[in-house]
Nanobody
């Protein structure tokens, strides 16, 4: 059973930083693309960032480019999301997700961690 556990969320003032972590109980973690998504109340889920299995390729949603950085440590089965210059509109529940490198579908999801940015 694959489990993804996020941590690192919290309350921060606008302009501040947070780093989210997601640890996966996956035997072959390096075979998975890892992604971060977020969902604010009353809004659809939004793509935030993704990273290829070897960390060589990353992708970001337009709203976070230049402010957020995704990285991974395959030795620790962990993916990170460094969030800088946070804005109130970044307030959401952030979810970690995993998809096998041969698939386009994210099959595994974490329970989410709340990020709240105050103005």
């Amino acid at each position: 059973q694959v489990q993804l556990v996020e941590s690192g969320g919290g309350l921060v003032q606008a302009g501040g930083s947070l780093r989210l972590s997601c640890t996966a109980s996956i035997r072959t973690f390096s075979n998975y693309f890892m992604g971060w998504f977020r969902q604010a109340p009353g809004k659809e889920r939004e793509f935030v960032a993704a990273i290829r299995w070897n960390g060589g390729v990353t992708d970001y949603g337009d709203s976070v480019k230049g402010r957020f950085t995704i990285s991974r440590d395959n030795a620790k089965n962990t993916v990170y999301l460094q969030m800088n210059s946070l804005k109130p509109e970044d307030t959401a529940v952030y979810y970690c997700a995993a998809r096998l490198y041969t698939s386009n579908q994210y099959l595994y999801w974490g329970q989410g961690t709340q990020v709240t940015v105050s103005s």
